[in-house]
């Protein structure tokens, strides 16, 4: 195989993000191409072929009958030239666009592209619904685009492995995938590479093998998480995270969960969701921050009247402790910290706030993707102050925290608005979500992105598992007010407290 350092340096980054290339690591496509080539049919294939690294391992295992798609000319040329010009083997085009094939065996590494970045998403879902009679979800990336197909023309007793960005395991556009997967009880494993720096160390998102044996059907699925490369060849051999009966795998829930054993699931006897007390919205989008974003001083020399300005946490740093009153936002204010937003809603916008908007239309804000879809431009979403605040993202555990104040958030944070009947529950739900506890059974529904970088969604929040309405009921109004000042003193939850959330599930 073609060095791929020199290769990226010839092409660089932006046409290595145009067709998503990174490339499989040997001692990885080794175990995937091994693993495959058990089916005992003779042939492989690599749907997106790049610099041949399953072809590689193919050789090393003397598998001879490959074959693969590739369709960037560039790589498919230096690859050839690495090869001494040796050709015939990799067909050069679109494998979503190319159909009828009905491969042995199949391993890949798709290129990942998000939907936005998926050039021709539209001309291959029409390729989909002609093929497959499938309709594609409008977020389907291309990796789960791919999977899709391969597992349509794998051979009926071939094996198929393929490496995914585990995201689909938790999002809506991945519940067909998961449908497909799970449809005929073929799907044998799924490994979480936890030790992504050391597999793919360019990525951003984090990677699985999914493997799945078209001449087998398997009773339960293994839910593997790879800690350390040296231990991919013994993963299958190794006792799983979570063994999973296949009956119970509902292509609607989050399966990222299924790596961890003892998951608890918001239907289970005890929980229900967290929108049974109320809903997570997320912050406020301005579309253009450096506008609408005010430092006190700004708003001061601009003149502006304090009936077009909202007190407003825009970035998650602002908030550091678990609680946040009136007076953590009046300390922002004397740091002259950007807490403001500017937000001309009223029918008739004050002179000062006129002059401010024509400025702002010089400058072309008003013609950004979310100023432009607004009548008018500079009108922001309505939100109401929230008492329960969950950060966006997170490295290590979400951010929850106590609001008291009167401010709004931009979308650093999603806001809990309690129904009529969660209101009473706030600080209950709080102590929950702070807790150790609560922590493990909540994220289960986080998305992971690589480098540890974990994000809720508000949906996600929403659908959480949350204890039931007897279990909080059951803890007294003294032993949470002893909570609360605990928190506040110490920033932690006292141990009493989350000995009472341990013994949930
Ligand atoms: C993630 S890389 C994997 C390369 C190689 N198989 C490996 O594992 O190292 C994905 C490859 O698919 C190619 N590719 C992207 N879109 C494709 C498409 N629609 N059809 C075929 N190949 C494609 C890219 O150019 C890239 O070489």
Redesign the pocket.
């Known amino acids: 195989m073609p060095d791929s350092n020199e290769y990226l340096r010839l092409v660089g980054e932006a046409h290595r993000k145009r067709?998503?290339?990174?490339?499989?690591p040997p001692q990885v496509?080794d175990f995937m191409v091994e693993w495959a080539s058990r089916s005992g049919l003779k042939s492989m294939f690599?749907?997106?072929?790049?610099?041949?690294?399953?072809h590689g391992s193919a050789a090393r295992l003397g598998i001879t009958k490959f074959g693969g798609?590739?369709?960037?000319s560039r790589?498919l040329q230096s690859w050839n030239n690495g090869r001494n010009g040796s050709a015939g083997l990799v067909e050069h085009?679109?494998?979503?666009?190319s159909w009828n094939r009905r491969p042995d065996n199949i391993v890949?590494?798709?290129?990942?592209m998000r939907f936005q970045r998926f050039a021709n998403r539209k001309e291959v879902g029409q390729a989909f619904e002609k093929n497959l009679s499938l309709r594609l979800p409008g977020y389907t990336n291309?990796a789960s685009a791919f999977l899709l197909k391969s597992l349509s023309e794998l051979n009926g007793s071939g094996r198929l492995a393929y490496?995914m960005p585990l995201e689909f395991l938790n999002t809506g556009y991945g519940r067909i995938v998961k449908e497909r997967l799970i449809s005929g009880r073929h799907l044998r494993a799924v490994i979480s590479i936890q030790c992504e720096k050391e597999v793919f160390p360019d990525a951003t998102t984090s990677a699985g093998i999914i493997l799945y044996d078209a001449a087998r059907t398997f009773s339960h699925v293994d839910f593997h998480v790879l800690s350390s490369i040296g231990r991919l060849r013994e993963v299958l051999k190794s006792k799983p995270a979570n063994r999973v009966p296949a009956s119970s795998l509902d292509p609607q829930s989050k399966w990222l969960a299924r790596f961890s054993p003892g998951e608890i699931l918001a239907h289970d006897d005890g929980f229900v969701p967290l929108s049974f007390y109320g809903r997570f919205h997320r912050g406020i989008a301005t579309g253009a921050n450096q506008f609408f974003v005010l430092r006190p001083s700004q708003a001061k020399d601009l003149k502006l009247s304090s009936r077009e300005l909202l007190p407003c946490v825009t970035k998650c740093n602002q908030v550091q402790k678990p609680f946040f009153a009136g007076t953590d936002y009046a300390e922002l204010v004397r740091r002259d910290q950007p807490v403001i937003l500017f937000s001309a809603n009223a029918a008739k916008a004050s002179r000062a706030a006129r002059a401010y908007i024509e400025s702002g239309e010089s400058a072309g804000y008003h013609l950004r993707y979310l100023t432009r879809m607004r009548r008018p431009w500079y009108k922001t979403e309505e939100r109401r102050p929230s008492p329960l605040l969950v950060g966006v993202f997170s490295r290590n555990g979400y951010k929850v925290v106590r609001n008291t104040s009167n401010v709004i958030t931009l979308t650093c944070f999603h806001g809990f608005q309690p129904n009529l009947f969660g209101g009473d529950y706030i600080d209950k739900i709080f102590l929950f979500l702070l807790s150790k506890r609560g922590r493990e059974i909540v994220s289960g529904s986080k998305r992971q992105y690589g480098d540890g970088l974990e994000k809720f969604e508000p949906g996600d929040m929403n659908r959480a598992p949350a204890p039931c309405a007897d279990f909080l009921d059951a803890i007294d109004l003294r032993s949470v007010e002893d909570a609360m000042a605990c928190v506040k003193s110490a920033g932690a939850l006292p141990q009493q407290m989350e000995a009472t959330f341990e013994t949930l599930g």
């Open positions: 067709f998503g290339q990174y490339f499989t496509a690599d749907p997106a072929f790049g610099l041949g690294a399953f798609c590739e369709v960037d790589i085009t679109d494998y979503l666009l890949c590494n798709p290129p990942y291309s490496i």
